[in-house]
């Protein structure tokens, strides 16, 4: 079992920046990549971000592309978003996720932070 805590949410202004973190624990040896994603009310959760623990590969949603980056911190089970130049309608519900080596779909999955952005 992987446990994912997600934390790093607020309230910013339009143009404005916040970093989500995910911390796992537990059979961290098993991760074999880790993403975010995000939920707006009435919508469905989408992908935004995704990095591979062995190395530095690292996909995004278009959306995104060019200002958000996930890294992973010195920490090593520890994931951050770093997300710039925000917009309202990046405001969501964002969620860490884990997927295992050998698995084709996100199996642990973080309790969400919420990114509010204001116009």
């Known amino acids: 079992q992987v446990q994912l805590v997600d934390s790093g949410g607020g309230l910013v202004q339009a143009g404005g920046s916040l970093r989500l973190s995910c911390s796992a624990s537990?059979?961290?040896?098993?991760?074999?990549?880790m993403g975010w994603f995000r939920q707006a009310p009435g919508k469905e959760r989408e992908f935004v971000a995704s990095i591979i623990m062995s190395g530095t590969t690292t996909a995004y949603a278009d959306s995104v592309k060019g200002r958000f980056t996930i890294s992973r911190a010195n920490t090593k089970n520890t994931v951050n978003l770093q997300m710039n130049s925000l917009k309202p309608e990046d405001a969501a519900v964002y969620y860490c996720?884990?997927?295992?080596?050998?698995?084709?779909?996100?199996?642990?999955w973080g309790q969400g932070t919420q990114v509010t952005v204001s116009s």
């Open positions: 996720a884990a997927i295992e080596y050998g698995r084709s779909l996100y199996d642990y």
């Open positions: 537990g059979r961290t040896s098993s991760v074999y990549a």
